[in-house]
């Protein structure tokens, strides 16, 4: 089993910057991927950035294009996703996701293992 905790969230003004971090341990491994997803109130969980362990080659959803980097440390089974030039839209919960497959998939179903979520919320 793997477990995925984040950290980071909070609450920022718009324009603003936060880094959130993703810790995994467990059994963790070495090759697949792994994503930060948000859910805003009201609206479905959507992919936000994706990343493989492998190669480092990630994705972003277009929204974020541009404004928030997606990185990794394998060595310390950590994932960051840093977000600048936050906008209200931003505002969701994040959750960190990993998968045993190397696709950079961007489906919920598609993730093994999930995180509790961090609050993110950006005032105008």
């Known amino acids: 089993q793997v477990q995925l905790v984040e950290s980071g969230g909070g609450l920022v003004q718009a324009g603003g910057s936060l880094r959130l971090s993703c810790a995994a341990s467990?059994?963790?491994?070495?090759?697949?991927?792994m994503a930060w997803f948000r859910q805003a109130p009201g609206k479905d969980r959507e992919l936000v950035a994706a990343?493989?362990?492998?190669?480092?080659?990630?994705r972003y959803t277009d929204s974020v294009k541009g404004r928030f980097t997606i990185s990794r440390d394998n060595a310390n089974n950590t994932v960051y996703l840093q977000m600048n030039s936050l906008k209200p839209e931003d505002t969701a919960v994040y959750y960190c996701?990993?998968?045993?497959?190397?696709?950079?998939?961007?489906?919920?179903?598609?993730?093994?293992?999930w995180g509790q979520g961090t609050q993110v919320t950006v005032s105008s």
């Open positions: 996701a990993a998968r045993r497959s190397t696709g950079l998939r961007t489906e919920e179903l598609a993730y093994d293992y």
């Open positions: 467990g059994r963790t491994f070495s090759n697949g991927a």
């Open positions: 990343i493989r362990y492998s190669d480092a080659s990630t």
